[in-house]
């Protein structure tokens, strides 16, 4: 395996392809290479972070994530840092080879070793575990151990994760179940991760966002460079299939100067039931979706409201740019649909014509609830992708309970592993799927995914969903009709990843709304 290639993406890569990966590079390099980078590669990065930290305490484990910690010590301890190892015992079990190894160097070194954390530091760094930490051993840790966790899940002080953040799994962004109600919501103080190898997809969504903080991979080159996961060189590791891409920006080709509306193309908005319905009047998803699509870069945007007719009045709001349309009106549209936001009971009624009908497609909220609690639906989104190449793709965007209901499962199992619920969805509808949330998933029916690594919890308020699909639409807009799901796959990643750089890019002192987020999208390139 060549030790590096260009890549056009970070890639983000299971414990068991860095597994591989790791077993296939120390097979060319001479013993304690690995361990000697990864350890360097710590010191340096803590140095450069926590320039001033006088007091360094390394928390290490009994394996190789240990090790790394133990290795870090030796280099913190000549920079001038006074340094303290606390050790996990090995119960018994012999370290790891290259572990004792470190751990015969750190004695040499003389860096102290003792069970008792020291009464202050200013920085720690988490070498507990990292990716040999298994979710099927979840015994509650005691003793010092047990002590130490709380200790680096509490602290105010920076902390500095080796590979993973102890107790997150690196495959999924979960905590050890025992952990979990041990955790604040949020840490306290600053925390930045370095990722051995290969970035790791835990560390991006559900708990990883806010636990691993801000993430660095240290690849373990000859030349031990490290880089922040958003700032990486086009040429960063090899990466094999079936790994996944962390999306840290939109590829959007520059527009053509020769450019004319019809080149953006359409997208309707079929939504927001009136409240002469049932008294629940929903027109503002509808709304937020279509205003949108009108500002991510749609040529023109149709709006049909679920139980409007040719002579409801106009709802106030409504930009003038934004055409109000039957819902036959919107059949004879070259472009993209959007439909369920805001469209209550009365989408189940429309998403037969829909699906039968419409180029590209995308599915969000009230018609997410009618295919999952109607099988024929389900039948007919089968069908659709059977015969995408007459329609085109088709996108949804659940958040995790709209995905639950879809996959008869609950929000907890969707949330457990969001990477494995997002694709088993893709693969079952042959759909592209976007699951919400802290980090979320972009997946593919052939089992490609992302996470996106843009947005921030200001998007945390109603309204923003309905902004997303919308621009979700306004993306696709332009795909030529038939178009496969692997076309839409890039122009979907983009409209994600913009959605969440418009709320990572907001003023601080102005309110973030979903109106705002819609008016302040921007057409790509
Ligand atoms: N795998 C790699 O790619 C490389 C690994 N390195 C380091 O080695 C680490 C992986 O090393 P290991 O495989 O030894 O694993 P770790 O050191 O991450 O974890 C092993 C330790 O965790 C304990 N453990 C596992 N599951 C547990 C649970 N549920 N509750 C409590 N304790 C649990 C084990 O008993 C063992 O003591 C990486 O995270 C990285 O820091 C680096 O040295 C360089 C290359
Ligand atoms: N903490 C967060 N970090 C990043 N993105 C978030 C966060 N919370 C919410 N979002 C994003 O905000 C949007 C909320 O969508 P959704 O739950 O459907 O809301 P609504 O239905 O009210 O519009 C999604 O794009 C989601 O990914």
């Known amino acids: 395996m060549p030790a590096t290639a260009a890549l056009p993406y970070p890639a983000l890569l299971s414990s068991d392809q860095v597994r591989e990966r790791e077993q296939a590079l120390a097979r060319t390099l001479p013993h304690y290479s690995l361990m000697a980078r990864a350890g360097a ?3 340096r990065l803590a140095l450069a972070i926590a320039p001033h930290a006088r007091h360094i305490w390394v928390v290490c484990g009994a394996g190789n994530n240990g090790g790394d ?33 470190a751990l015969q160097r750190a004695q040499a070194a003389g860096v102290p070793i003792s069970d008792q954390p020291p009464a202050h530091f200013d920085l720690a760094i988490d070498a507990l575990w990292g990716m040999g930490l298994r979710a099927d051993r979840s015994t509650p840790a005691e003793g010092p151990v047990r002590a130490w ?39 306290r103080g600053r925390r930045v991760t370095l ?58 080709p520059l527009p ?27 027109e503002g998803a509808a709304m937020l979706a279509a205003s949108a699509a009108l500002h991510a870069g749609a040529g023109r945007v149709m709006l049909h409201l679920l139980g409007s007719t040719p002579a409801s009045p106009r709802p106030a709001g409504i930009a003038a740019d934004i055409m109000l349309r039957s819902l036959e009106a919107t059949r004879a549209l070259r472009g993209s649909l959007v439909c369920g ?25 009230d018609a997410l609830n009618a295919l999952a609690a109607q099988p024929a639906l389900q039948q007919m989104l089968q069908r659709r992708a059977a015969q995408a190449s007459s329609t085109g793709p088709t996108v949804l965007t659940p958040h995790p309970l709209e995905l639950a209901r879809l996959l008869d499962s609950s929000t907890e199992q969707v949330q457990r592993d969001r990477i494995g619920a997002a694709r088993q969805a893709a693969q079952q ?8 949330g802290s980090g979320s998933i972009v997946a593919a029916p052939d089992g490609r995914y992302a996470i996106n690594h843009s947005g921030n919890a200001r998007l945390s308020i109603g309204g923003t969903g309905d902004v997303l699909a919308g621009c979700i639409g306004a993306h696709l807009a332009a795909l030529p009709p038939g178009s496969s799901w692997a076309e839409a796959w890039q122009p979907l990643l983009n409209a994600v990843w913009l959605h969440g750089h418009a709320a990572d890019t907001w003023p601080p002192a102005r309110m973030l709304t979903a109106s705002r987020l819609a008016r302040s999208l921007q057409r790509p390139g």
């Open 41 to 43: 590669a710590t010191a």
């Open 256 to 282: 053509t100067h020769n450019s004319h509306k019809g080149l953006f193309g359409d997208v309707a908005v079929i939504g927001g039931q009136s409240a002469s319905h049932d008294g629940q009047g929903m």
């Open 149 to 187: 966790l709380q200790r680096l899940l509490d602290t105010d002080r920076d902390v500095l994760c080796i590979d993973t953040p102890s107790g997150l799994l690196a495959d999924t962004g979960a905590w050890l179940p025992w952990l979990a109600p041990l955790a604040p919501q949020a840490p």
């Open 429 to 436: 509808w042959q759909c592209l799927v976007v699951l919400k």
């Open 195 to 252: 990722s051995m190898l290969a970035l790791k997809p835990g560390l991006f969504t559900l708990q990883g966002r806010d636990w691993a903080g801000e993430v660095w991979l240290a690849p373990l080159l000859a030349q031990n460079p490290v880089w922040r996961c958003d700032q990486m060189p086009a040429a960063g590791i090899d990466a094999p299939s079936g790994t996944g891409q962390l999306v840290t920006q939109a590829q959007t």
């Open 69 to 101: 910690g133990l290795e870090a010590a030796i280099h913190l301890q000549a920079a001038g840092k006074t340094v303290h190892i606390s050790l996990q015992p090995s119960a018994g079990k012999a370290l790891p080879t290259d572990a004792a190894h």
């Open 341 to 365: 936001c805001g469209g209550g009971s009365l989408v189940a009624g429309v998403l037969p014509q829909v699906l039968q009908h419409a180029g590209s497609l995308v599915l969000d909220a």
